[in-house]
């Protein structure tokens, strides 16, 4: 069975904190792809990265980087020197790598960051 | 660069009503999905249309239906409304068969049904 989990359901950092969010996946899929998404309070879904399975290459965004290990089945989010406009939630999600295009997220994680 | 449109923002239903949710995915686009997002649940797989024919189905009620048209934008068709169809209603498109390309969200639809 496809699965995320990201086990920290709120997090809450002082501006400037670095803060790491977890996520691990599972599937039997050889070839499938990982995301984070971003939810502010207004709503709406952002796209921040997309990660294929045959690439662990690690990635680095500005303040944002991720850390893809498929040893661990873990697709760890980091941003860097925490800012107030970082608050939101931030989701997970696996998609297959079959005929499939929909995605399957985590619960999400909740980022508060405080001045 | 234009980003898919959803309507309405936000729309107040009686149980047992209908409600119509519309999606106008990014120009080129061919592929349309739907999600539902519950109070503090993450977003759940509806349904989703690549070149206006259904490619694949998530958890949608029965009582729900949907269609891709000839200018590839969707419905959501939704009737006798219950109090546990309140959630946010993403649509996202992308280019190309599923799975292919990035999904891009639109803003949401924000149901309410009392």
């Known amino acids: 069975a496809q699965k995320v989990t990201q086990a920290q359901t709120e997090i809450s950092v002082v501006e400037k904190e670095d803060v790491t969010l977890d996520c691990v996946y599972e599937t039997r899929d050889t070839t499938y792809y990982l995301f984070w998404y971003k939810q502010p309070p207004s709503g709406e879904l952002v796209f921040l990265i997309r990660r294929n399975s045959f690439d662990e290459q690690n990635e680095i965004s500005g303040r944002y980087s991720w850390n893809f290990q498929k040893s661990t089945s873990s697709f760890n989010f980091t941003i860097t020197a925490s800012q107030v406009v970082d608050s939101a939630v931030y989701f997970c999600?696996?998609?297959?790598?079959?005929?499939?295009?929909?995605?399957?997220f985590g619960k999400g994680t909740k980022l508060s960051v405080k001045p | 660069a234009a980003g898919v449109i959803q309507s309405p923002r936000h729309l107040i239903k009686e149980k047992r009503e209908t409600a119509t949710l519309k999606c106008y995915p990014i120009?080129?686009?061919?592929?349309v999905y739907w999600y539902q997002q519950g109070p503090g649940q993450d977003p759940q797989f509806l349904i989703s249309f690549y070149e206006k024919m259904q490619s694949d189905k998530g958890s949608i009620p029965d009582r729900f239906s949907a269609q891709q048209f000839s200018d590839y934008h969707s419905e959501l068709n939704m009737s006798s409304l219950e109090l546990g169809d309140s959630a946010l209603y993403f649509c996202?498109?992308?280019?190309?068969?599923?799975?292919?390309?990035?999904?891009?969200f639109g803003p949401g639809t924000r149901l309410t049904v009392l």
């Open positions: 999600a696996l998609r297959l790598g079959g005929s499939q295009g929909n995605l399957i």
């Open positions: 120009p080129r686009h061919d592929t």
């Open positions: 996202a498109s992308s280019f190309g068969r599923p799975n292919y390309n990035e999904q891009f």
